[in-house]
């Protein structure tokens, strides 16, 4: 019933910025915090940023300064903008969104960002 879809993953060179958007969709009564998470390979998964309802933004240290969450208009989008890029924020990145549903809460992920197709 709900979803989460991550877009925007793709392979970038050391101080190359890059975007990535997260959608939430489904029955919903309110969106708690929206998430970003990193696993680089043979690594834990990671809490990168995370936005609350009231727009209060936490980071880990590591991206503190070069990456920003926030959100759109339309309130069940987050971006995750990053820039500097460095060989350490090699990784999946996947969304996750805190929700209210009328049964109670739940942590719902997306899938996780996809390198684009390579020849």
């Known amino acids: 019933q709900v979803q989460v879809v991550e877009s925007g993953g793709g392979l970038v060179q050391a101080g190359e910025s890059l975007r990535l958007s997260c959608k939430v969709s489904?029955?919903?009564?309110?969106?708690?915090?929206m998430n970003w998470h990193r696993q680089a390979p043979g690594k834990q998964r990671e809490l990168v940023a995370t936005i609350s309802s009231d727009d209060r933004t936490n980071y880990t240290e590591p991206v503190k300064g070069r990456f920003s969450i926030t959100r759109a208009e339309a309130k069940n989008t987050v971006y995750l903008q990053m820039n500097s890029l460095e060989p350490g924020d090699t990784a999946v990145y996947y969304c996750s969104a805190d929700i209210v549903e009328y049964i109670g809460t739940s942590t719902n992920w997306g899938p996780g960002t996809q390198e684009p197709a390579s020849s």
């Open positions: 489904g029955r919903i009564l309110h969106i708690l915090t």
